[in-house]
C-alpha cells in the first residue's frame, strides 16, 4: 500500500514568488495535515483539514492556505516567499481514530 | 503554553550500550504521545503513540513509556542502524481538530 505520498521532493524559488506543495494521503485516511520542519527543529504545525474543511490553523501569517480536494488530497500554497520560509514541509494523514499519524518524505523548498 | 521538551539534545553511544530519551510534556487537551524516528532528509517514520500513564510499546529494541508529565523512549543494545534523530511529539485538541506539538528531537548516534 501507498504512504503519504508529496510532491516535487526538492525546488528552488525566489524571493516573492509563489508555491504550490501537494499531497496524497494514504488510502480511506480523510485528515491530512501540514508541518514546517526548520533545519535542527522540530516540525510545526501549520493546517489541519479533514473532509475538505480547514479544522486548525498554527501560528502562519496569510501568505499560507491550504485546501483539501473531494479525493482527500490537499496543496499548500505560500505567497511572497521570504528566505526564512526555507525548510522541509511535512504533509500528515491520518484516519479517523488518530491513533497513527503518518508522515510523507517531505518537499525541501529553497528559496534564494 | 503547550510545550514539548527533549533531551539530551544529542546522545552518543557504543553499539550495545542501552539508554534511555527524555521526552516531557505540559500541554493542555492531550489526546495521545507520539514517538518518531527521523533520518537525515527524510520525513519522519511512525513508531509509536502511547495514551495514559503506565502505558508501554515495544517494537524491536525499543520501547515508551509513559508517565503523566514525561515519556522515556529506551533504547538496548542499539546497533549502528538506530543511528537517527528521535521525535517526540504530543497529539493536541486544537480549533475543531487538533495538532502534533513535537519537542526538538534527540540525535542518537551509535558507533560500532
Known amino acids: 500500500d501507498a504512504g503519504v505520498t508529496q510532491s516535487p521532493t526538492h525546488l528552488i524559488k525566489t524571493r516573492g514568488q509563489h508555491v504550490t506543495l501537494r499531497c496524497s494521503p494514504i488510502s480511506g485516511h480523510k485528515s491530512v495535515s501540514w508541518y514546517q520542519q526548520v533545519l535542527g527543529q522540530g516540525p510545526q504545525f501549520i493546517f489541519q483539514y479533514y473532509e475538505k474543511e480547514e479544522r486548525g490553523r498554527g501560528n502562519f501569517p496569510d501568505r499560507f492556505s491550504a485546501r483539501q480536494f473531494p479525493n482527500y488530497s490537499s496543496e499548500l500554497n505560500v505567497n511572497a516567499l521570504l528566505l526564512g520560509d526555507s525548510a522541509l514541509y511535512l504533509c500528515a494523514s491520518s484516519g479517523v481514530s488518530g491513533n497513527t499519524i503518518y508522515f510523507g518524505e517531505g518537499s525541501w523548498l529553497t528559496v534564494v | 503554553e503547550d510545550q514539548v521538551t527533549q533531551s539530551p539534545e544529542a546522545l552518543r553511544l557504543q553499539e550495545g550500550e542501552s539508554s534511555s530519551l527524555n521526552c516531557s510534556y505540559t500541554?493542555?487537551?492531550?489526546?495521545?504521545l507520539f514517538w518518531y524516528r527521523q533520518d537525515p532528509g527524510k520525513g519522519p517514520e511512525f513508531l509509536f503513540t502511547l495514551y495514559s500513564a503506565g502505558e508501554e510499546k515495544e517494537k524491536e529494541r525499543l520501547k515508551a513509556t509513559l508517565t503523566k508529565k514525561e515519556s522515556f523512549l529506551h533504547i538496548t543494545a542499539p546497533k549502528p542502524e538506530d543511528s537517527a534523530t528521535y521525535l517526540c511529539?504530543?497529539?493536541?485538541?486544537?480549533?475543531?481538530?487538533?495538532?502534533?506539538?513535537f519537542g526538538q528531537g534527540t540525535e542518537l548516534s551509535v558507533k560500532p
Open positions: 511529539a504530543a497529539y493536541s485538541l486544537y480549533n475543531q481538530g487538533g495538532k502534533l506539538i
Open positions: 500541554v493542555s487537551g492531550l489526546r495521545g
